[in-house]
């Protein structure tokens, strides 16, 4: 299972260039130590009965109509929603299919089952901005303290700021293998340490140095453009045949274990427990969640019905470019499809060169955002009050941080098991289990404001963190197994 680390690897960047660990927009000056998604100081939280905001009291059959929100319109927070989930995690697909199935026919229960893990994902984002319309709340972790209790918000913050350092290294490695291709299509042959070395010490040091991170603005388009691109690019390069065997026009250059290879397990191969292991990675694939109360908070006239809107308008084109990548990657290589899609192809294809520069150049501008939460998050859990986090401080522990994830990225060469694991279990419990808890608990708040709606809906919520439980524990034994 080779391919699986890096398919792994691939599944665990389910953000571009805005990064789901980091504020979605930065229309605002980001200020490195500024409070954010896994560090926001908490208000008190509530300790009787939720008093609904007037959104939530709309929902909730009251009369009353919002006046709250921000300045976003609905057309800008589906395109920066899109933004969001829409990232490099979307290349490790194919390889998902290549789990359970070999012929081209598997390719429609794996849609299916993008449809339908998209779909749950879309549910639990949604349930995470009506926790904040309910409660006041302005993060992921405050929607827990003012849900559940703030006593136990630092469980949403610690697998949170985990989740960041898993994504920080996984860019590492991903980094390392793609400008070492990319070398190579220049006709340089560097190793893959010394190319981690030079683009970490040349270009993410200075960048997650930086104090102020509003300059990156210009760069967030770069991670669904070169998305739309890429799909684009293997949909010509598929029905080209430029990769069919035989006579293919860059299948000689290609490694035996990266031509295509397709066999007879189609359709009904996704009864396979392998199936298992594209669910988990959509589990991860579709992680946006951090940024749902940033969503809800910047959407001008943010009723729950306007917020709703967005979501399911945002995961319904998100999952069509999900099946368009996934089919056609799949369809292109069959069984060897690897976890980067993008290592199938040939380093002297200059049209998919382009697309692995795409992607290169949204992976830099995306890893000082996702840096900053990582750093924060550790500081935010260990107490540190922002007024107390110098730039010498930052700068230190920036440069450590940096070391420790470099090394890692040098010393560990099959992330599998870890990945895998971590994916299985806090990427399930971010997505299914914990919004729905909170949902839960937001509802029995409200006493006897709740409708008979919200209190159904809330005891049927319960299925979906089952279901979470469920996907998550045959993941953590099949990943399991792989030791």
Same mark, same amino acid.
């Given at each position: 299972?080779?391919?699986?680390?890096?398919?792994?690897? *691939?599944?665990?960047? *389910?953000?571009? @260039?805005?990064?789901?660990?980091?504020?979605?927009?930065?229309?605002?000056?980001? !200020?490195?130590?500024?409070? =954010?998604?896994?560090?926001?100081?908490?208000?008190?939280?509530? %300790?009787?009965?939720?008093?609904?905001?007037?959104?939530?009291?709309?929902?909730?059959?009251?009369?009353? &109509?919002?006046?709250?929100?921000?300045?976003?319109?609905?057309? #800008?927070?589906?395109?920066?929603?899109?933004?969001?989930?829409?990232?490099?995690?979307?290349?490790?697909?194919?390889?998902?299919?290549?789990?359970?199935? $070999?012929?081209?026919?598997?390719?429609?229960?794996?849609? /299916?089952?993008?449809?339908?893990?998209?779909?749950?994902?879309?549910?639990?984002?949604?349930?995470?901005?009506?926790?904040?319309?309910?409660?006041?709340?302005?993060?992921?972790?405050?929607?827990?303290?003012?849900?559940?209790?703030?006593?136990?918000?630092?469980?949403?913050?610690? %697998?949170?700021?985990?989740? %960041?350092?898993?994504?920080?290294?996984?860019?590492?490695?991903?980094?390392?293998?793609?400008?070492?291709?990319?070398? @190579?299509?220049?006709?340089?042959?560097?190793?893959?340490?010394?190319?981690?070395?030079?683009?970490?010490?040349?270009?993410?040091?200075?960048?997650?140095?930086?104090? $102020?991170?509003?300059?990156?603005?210009?760069?967030?388009?770069?991670?669904?453009?070169?998305?739309?691109?890429?799909?684009?690019?293997?949909? !010509?390069?598929?029905?080209?045949?430029?990769?069919?065997?035989?006579?293919?026009?860059?299948?000689? &250059?290609?490694?035996?274990?990266?031509?295509?290879?397709?066999?007879? $397990?189609? @359709?009904? *191969?996704?009864?396979?427990?392998?199936?298992?292991?594209?669910?988990?990675?959509?589990?991860? /694939?579709?992680?946006?969640?951090?940024? /749902?109360?940033?969503?809800?908070?910047?959407?001008?006239?943010?009723?729950?019905?306007?917020?709703?809107?967005?979501?399911?308008?945002?995961?319904?084109?998100?999952?069509?470019?999900?099946?368009?990548?996934?089919?056609?990657?799949?369809?292109?290589?069959?069984? =060897?499809?690897?976890?980067?899609?993008?290592? #199938?192809? @040939?380093?002297?294809?200059?049209?998919?060169? +382009?697309?692995?520069?795409?992607? +290169?150049?949204?992976?830099?501008?995306?890893?000082?955002?996702?840096?900053?939460?990582?750093?924060?998050?550790?500081?935010?859990?260990? #107490?540190?009050?922002?007024?107390?986090?110098?730039?010498?401080?930052?700068?230190?522990?920036?440069?450590?941080?940096?070391?420790?994830? %470099?090394?890692?990225?040098?010393?560990?060469?099959?992330?599998?098991?870890?990945?895998?694991?971590?994916?299985?279990?806090?990427?399930?419990?971010?997505?299914?289990?914990?919004?729905?808890?909170?949902?839960?608990? +937001?509802?029995?708040?409200?006493?006897?404001?709740?409708?008979?709606?919200?209190?159904?809906?809330?005891?049927?919520?319960?299925?979906?963190?089952?279901?979470?439980?469920?996907?998550?524990?045959?993941?953590?034994?099949?990943?399991?197994?792989?030791?």
């Amino acid at each position: 299972m080779r391919f699986f680390s890096v398919c792994a690897l *691939a599944a665990a960047l *389910a953000t571009n @260039a805005s990064s789901a660990f980091v504020p979605s927009s930065l229309s605002k000056p980001y !200020v490195s130590g500024s409070p =954010n998604l896994t560090g926001a100081r908490l208000k008190a939280s509530t %300790t009787g009965p939720i008093q609904m905001s007037a959104s939530a009291a709309v929902e909730a059959g009251g009369s009353q &109509e919002p006046t709250s929100g921000g300045t976003a319109s609905m057309s #800008n927070e589906i395109f920066n929603l899109v933004k969001n989930i829409v990232g490099a995690g979307v290349l490790s697909l194919p390889a998902g299919i290549a789990t359970f199935g $070999n012929a081209p026919s598997a390719v429609l229960p794996a849609a /299916a089952l993008i449809a339908i893990i998209g779909g749950i994902s879309g549910y639990c984002f949604s349930l995470i901005g009506r926790v904040c319309s309910y409660t006041g709340a302005k993060s992921y972790r405050e929607a827990w303290a003012e849900s559940i209790g703030p006593k136990t918000s630092w469980i949403a913050a610690g %697998t949170c700021t985990f989740k %960041t350092a898993m994504a920080n290294l996984c860019y590492s490695m991903i980094l390392a293998d793609t400008f070492k291709a990319l070398l @190579a299509t220049a006709g340089y042959t560097v190793s893959r340490s010394n190319t981690l070395f030079g683009i970490t010490g040349i270009v993410l040091l200075p960048l997650c140095l930086m104090k $102020n991170l509003s300059s990156l603005a210009p760069f967030s388009l770069l991670g669904i453009i070169g998305m739309v691109f890429t799909a684009g690019a293997m949909g !010509v390069r598929l029905l080209s045949g430029a990769y069919k065997a035989p006579g293919g026009k860059f299948l000689p &250059e290609l490694a035996a274990n990266l031509q295509p290879s397709f066999g007879t $397990n189609g @359709a009904a *191969a996704v009864f396979n427990p392998s199936s298992f292991i594209l669910i988990c990675m959509l589990s991860t /694939a579709y992680m946006s969640h951090f940024n /749902a109360p940033k969503f809800y908070l910047e959407l001008k006239d943010n009723t729950i019905k306007r917020y709703n809107t967005v979501v399911g308008t945002s995961f319904a084109v998100s999952i069509s470019i999900f099946i368009a990548v996934a089919a056609l990657g799949f369809l292109t290589f069959g069984a =060897n499809s690897n976890g980067l899609i993008l290592n #199938n192809y @040939a380093n002297t294809d200059m049209l998919m060169s +382009a697309s692995r520069i795409a992607v +290169a150049i949204s992976i830099v501008f995306s890893y000082p955002l996702a840096f900053v939460g990582l750093r924060d998050g550790l500081l935010d859990l260990a #107490n540190n009050p922002l007024e107390e986090r110098s730039n010498d401080l930052l700068n230190k522990l920036t440069v450590g941080i940096l070391a420790v994830i %470099t090394a890692a990225a040098l010393k560990v060469k099959d992330l599998s098991f870890v990945l895998a694991f971590s994916g299985a279990t806090l990427g399930n419990a971010l997505i299914y289990m914990y919004p729905v808890f909170m949902f839960r608990a +937001a509802v029995a708040k409200m006493g006897d404001q709740a409708t008979k709606g919200l209190k159904s809906e809330a005891k049927a919520s319960l299925f979906v963190a089952a279901l979470g439980v469920v996907m998550g524990g045959i993941g953590a034994k099949m990943a399991l197994s792989m030791l």
